[in-house]
């Protein structure tokens, strides 16, 4: 991993390190708005799931509960993985594959194949710099079907310019049109207000896109 990446690898596992979970500002006790999307991509249990920056997020508890079997669970942080390990039990944590890895720099993440659902919630709006957000979507190109669909959700143009101390690059979603290209087709878009944990309004913008070859 580059200086960068170190640097933010350090930062989540400080976060994940050394905070209450259930008291993150990205904290959702339940998904509710990726699983309603999720729903509506009509995946078959065995299709491949990849959760970008999947933190401790309870979306891994909820797609298990509902029979997915090929799920990719990744983050830069393994403190964050291991908190969801945890949670989770050995016996649940085995279904999941496990992956420590930088969407930007990845080790790992460009081998895979046949994706046939992208998930991030709270990733992209991290990446402030052209040659990240390049490097971002050159993996999910790699890795993701034909006919597979990105679901995206990231603070909206309204949103506020920092989380967790960290500058954002903001969307809506003609911006995230523009940066996925003409070979994605946007199904479904939606604005959605989240409440912290601490009563702070952050305004979301959440997307669906299918990817059309």
């Known amino acids: ?20 979970i259930e008291k993150l500002g990205w904290w959702e006790t339940v998904p509710e708005k990726s699983l309603e999307l999720i729903q509506r991509c009509k995946l078959h249990q065995d299709d491949c799931i990849l959760d970008v920056g999947t933190g401790a997020s309870t979306l891994i508890d909820r797609l298990l509960e509902q029979g997915f079997r090929n799920i990719i669970a990744s983050d830069i942080s393994e403190k964050a993985l291991d908190a969801l390990k945890k949670r989770l039990g050995p016996e649940k944590a085995s279904r999941v594959t496990w992956i420590v890895d930088d969407v930007t ?19 992209l709006h991290f990446l402030t710099e052209e040659p990240q957000r390049q490097a971002y979507l ?15 959700a990231a603070f909206h143009l309204t949103g506020a310019d920092k989380c967790s101390g960290l500058p954002i690059y ?17 199904e479904e878009y939606f604005q959605y207000t989240y409440t912290t944990p601490s009563g702070a309004p952050r305004p979301y913008i959440y997307t669906r896109f299918r990817h059309t070859g």
Do not use: C
């Open 1 to 20: 991993m580059n200086e960068k990446s170190v640097s933010f690898q350090e930062h989540w596992n400080r976060v994940y390190g050394t905070s209450e």
């Open 105 to 123: 720099r990845p080790q790992h993440l460009h081998r895979l194949r046949d994706v046939s659902l992208w998930h991030d919630r709270a990733v």
């Open 138 to 152: 050159n993996t999910l190109r790699t890795v993701l079907k034909t006919g597979g669909q990105v679901i995206i």
């Open 170 to 186: 903001k969307y809506d979603e003609n911006r995230l049109a523009a940066f996925l290209g003409e070979k994605f087709s946007l």
